[in-house]
């Protein structure tokens, strides 16, 4: 069956890597920027491995120059998401993408991507939050900034704070005081953990940054007692298994933990990441699930509820998706 209009929750989704490729060719050729060695011969963004995932990422991304620019990135975005059924997706944003960590033009920035996000959200029904996040890859210093930038937009629509990019340099703990910063500005806690980085990754992650969520977290699976932390303690893994296949973390989605993780006692979400790069949709990872674990309705309506317990936003957003969500049970 075709899952494109299940109603969905996605909680990890990155906005430069959730562009299509037409929408950065758009704008590279309206800015005349080469972007040669972004895409391939077909016209699908190009890399080998996660290092050359990284560059192409950070080379599209040139392209986003102005508040203007991310507001046509968000609706484009967000109407991508709408017809694959999400009603509500919190997605990474950086003030290192979006005024260079300059808090005057971030706050320009953001009050560009909410007026849109709003208008949207009146068109489709599809509510949008920002989390903001550091790029692991810049260094610590760079994201004391970037929280700071953070703790002083957190709010409604800036619900939390993250960390994505290389996770096999430096060590989680590391970016403790930014967390912290984060944190005791009110805003909620996720890292990218135990992606390329291994168990220890998400053991740091957990000790030292004292996240509420993990960006993947997929290879918890290859520590059992990890696993049973993660279930005692009830930390929500955003897991976004088309991104593990497509960045050859896993075979395939037969191959993949996510089903394993949650027969442990493990609560997981399901997301996209960076859609595009990964040659996926919110439907189709839906999809892939069925095929690969029989997974339906149930399973679908589990993974929503467990979402919707895990979600940043504020207490009447998450009763309003409840209500929705039970109207289509
Ligand atoms: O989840 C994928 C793969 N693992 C790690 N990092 C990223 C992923 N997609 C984007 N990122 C990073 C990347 O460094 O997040 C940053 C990018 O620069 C954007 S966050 C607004
Ligand atoms: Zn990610």
């Not at 080469?34 to 895409?39: G, S």
């Not at 489709?124 to 996040?133: A, F, H, S």
Request: proline share 4%.
């Amino acid at each position: 069956m075709s899952w494109k209009t299940f109603p969905k929750l996605e909680l990890h989704l990155h906005i430069e890597g959730a562009a299509p490729p037409k929408f950065i060719r758009g704008l590279a050729q309206e800015k005349s920027i080469n972007l040669d060695r972004v895409f391939d011969e077909r016209g699908a963004y190009a890399y080998r491995d996660f290092p050359e995932f990284l560059k192409v990422y950070e080379a599209a991304t040139q392209v986003l120059k102005t508040p203007r620019d991310y507001q046509r990135l968000t609706r484009a975005v967000l109407e991508n998401c709408a017809e694959n059924g999400v009603i509500y997706a919190e997605t990474f944003i950086s003030p290192d993408f979006c005024g260079g960590r300059d808090l005057g033009a971030w706050r320009e920035y953001l009050h560009a991507i909410q007026e849109i996000a709003a208008e949207v959200e009146a068109e489709l029904g599809i509510i949008l939050r920002g989390i903001v996040t550091c790029i692991r890859h810049f260094g610590p210093e760079k994201a004391k900034e970037t929280a700071i930038c953070a703790a002083e937009t957190a709010g409604d629509w800036i619900v939390g704070f993250g960390m994505g990019g290389d996770e096999t340099i430096l060590r989680q703990g590391d970016y403790a005081w930014a967390f912290d910063c984060a944190r005791e500005a009110g805003l909620r806690l996720t890292t990218h953990a135990g992606e390329w980085g291994g168990p220890d990754a998400i053991r740091q992650a957990i000790d030292d940054l004292r996240v509420d969520r993990i960006g993947h977290g997929v290879r918890a699976i290859e520590d059992p007692r990890l696993v049973d932390i993660l279930a005692e303690r009830e930390i929500v893994l955003e897991i976004c298994p088309g991104s593990n296949v497509a960045l050859g973390l896993y075979r395939n989605f037969a191959a993949h933990p996510i089903a394993r993780l949650r027969d442990a006692g493990v609560k997981v979400t399901v997301s996209t990441d960076d859609p595009p790069f990964f040659h996926t949709t919110m439907g189709r990872e839906y999809e892939e699930l069925e095929r690969a674990f029989g997974w339906g309705a149930e399973d679908f309506a589990a993974l929503n509820d467990t979402a919707l317990g895990a979600a940043f936003c504020d207490p009447a957003t998450r009763e309003s998706l409840k209500k929705r969500l039970e109207t289509y049970a």
